[in-house]
């Protein structure tokens, strides 16, 4: 039995729940109105998820039953959509593109055709989980003018997947910053940042704490190193992916489909 104790706090415009143990030490705080979960012990993390299920209300509609129109389901939304809208806009007339590769000049467009091929391919290994139970979702929009590559959803919990592209080049994730050839990119900050936004768009639509944990997934790369201090972050080549079949967190089938409709809901990421 867990001795984990929930209390309600509301004060300075915050509606937040605190979980702490009988001995009053803090475990984790969950801010109602985001759907943002703190959590302060690591090794809590499950007991945290069940004592806090009771003190959420659930949508008046369960997202399970909710009908979804064909312009609202983001499950037919292939990897790289978003990217193919770029490349579209991009893509010059023929006497230009001609002109420029005779030159040797490089085109802004092929930059977005490397990322669309790497969210292709990543794409492609994702869908092959499906058969073990997994869902998965590609180029889902975001507020602002943004989109999350992947999410992905299934035996092992959910995941939002941010694909990056660097052919040949060699990798060192640190644990705020990639470093490739010489210069810095935020990339794990950002995806941090996605998987909060995930977390908190599910967590509303489905009524109970939905932790979404962030992963990087480079293609094509010719070395990648990964500093041991980073555990929050899940990093992986393309190959790697096959490897979220052995995940096992304990979601059965049944949260599984029902936060993937969630996910799949259009609406649910309007806000976030």
């Not at 399970?64 to 893509?91: C, F, I, M, W, Y």
């Amino acid at each position: 039995m867990s001795d984990l104790q929930v209390s309600a706090w509301k004060r300075y415009g915050h509606d937040r729940l605190y979980v702490n143990q009988s001995d009053g030490k803090k475990v984790a705080w969950l801010d109602r109105r985001t759907g943002h979960l703190k959590l302060l012990v690591e090794e809590q993390r499950g007991a945290v998820l069940d004592v806090l299920a009771p003190y959420l209300t659930a949508p008046s509609l369960p997202v399970a039953h909710k009908v979804l129109r064909s312009e609202d389901d983001l499950a037919g939304n292939r990897p790289g959509d978003a990217l193919q809208v770029k490349v579209d806009e991009l893509t010059p007339g023929l006497w230009r593109w001609a002109l420029a590769r005779l030159s040797g000049r490089s085109l802004e467009v092929d930059n977005w055709r490397t990322g669309l091929a790497g969210e292709r391919r990543v794409g492609a290994e994702l869908e092959r989980l499906v058969r073990r139970g997994w869902r998965v979702l590609h180029s889902i929009p975001l507020a602002g003018d943004v989109d999350i590559d992947h999410v992905l959803i299934g035996p092992g919990g959910a995941f939002c997947i941010n694909t990056k592209c660097h052919r040949g080049a060699r990798i060192w994730v640190g644990d705020d910053s990639v470093r490739i050839g010489g210069q810095s990119y935020p990339y794990v900050r950002k995806s941090r940042a996605e998987a909060r936004r995930a977390s908190a768009a599910l967590t509303r639509a489905c009524g109970f704490p939905v932790e979404v944990q962030p992963a990087l997934a480079f293609v094509a790369v010719a070395d990648l190193k990964v500093v041991p201090s980073l555990r929050d972050v899940r990093v992986l080549q393309e190959r790697d992916i096959a490897a979220f079949k052995h995940l096992k967190a304990g979601w059965r089938s049944d949260k599984v489909e029902l936060v993937y409709t969630a996910a799949r809901d259009r609406h649910t990421w309007v806000r976030s």
